[in-house]
């Protein structure tokens, strides 16, 4: 088990320290057809974002995301684009409620066939203040999908 956790310390911290599309997504700067943004805060860590999701009909076709906070929080966004690039839309529903279920409901068992990579975030569970910055990039998807401007952990 010690080995498994270790992996996962790695994983969050190459995440965390190396994030993935932490970009602008070209022609994004303005919500348009296929084109969403929407801003997340955090005020108990003060981690911020701007998330990035150009679709088209079907699909996540692109997502990034820009700002800064903690290593939790920069590595949840990081995966989060990673795990989401290709997904239909109803399948990026699905993993955005699995994800948010598995950090906060003790009840919920973590699908590593579905959630992949995502999964390392489930012992952030036990640590409530940490829960919000695993989530925030989460809930801004959340708000991005929902064609939203805004999203807090509040």
Known sequence: MSDLRD???ELILDHGRNPRNRRRIEGCAEAHSGCRRAKGHNPLCGDQ?????????????DV???????????????LLTDALRGK??????????????????????????????????A???GYPVRVKCAALAWRTLEAALDGAAEASTE
Not at 49 to 61: F, G, I
Not at 91 to 110: C, G, H, K, S, V
Request: negative net charge; aromatic residues 8%; proline residues 1%.
């Open 7 to 9: 992996l996962y310390q």
């Open 49 to 61: 974002l701007t998330l990035y999701l150009k679709t088209d009909s079907e699909r996540v076709v």
């Open 64 to 78: 990034a995301f820009e700002g800064a906070g903690c290593a939790i929080f920069t590595a949840s966004s990081s």
């Open 88 to 121: 239909g839309l109803a399948e990026a529903r699905d993993l955005l409620r699995d994800f948010l279920a598995m950090i906060t409901d003790e009840n919920a068992a973590a699908d590593p066939a579905r959630l992949g990579k995502l999964a390392v975030f």
């Open 123 to 125: 012992g952030v569970r």
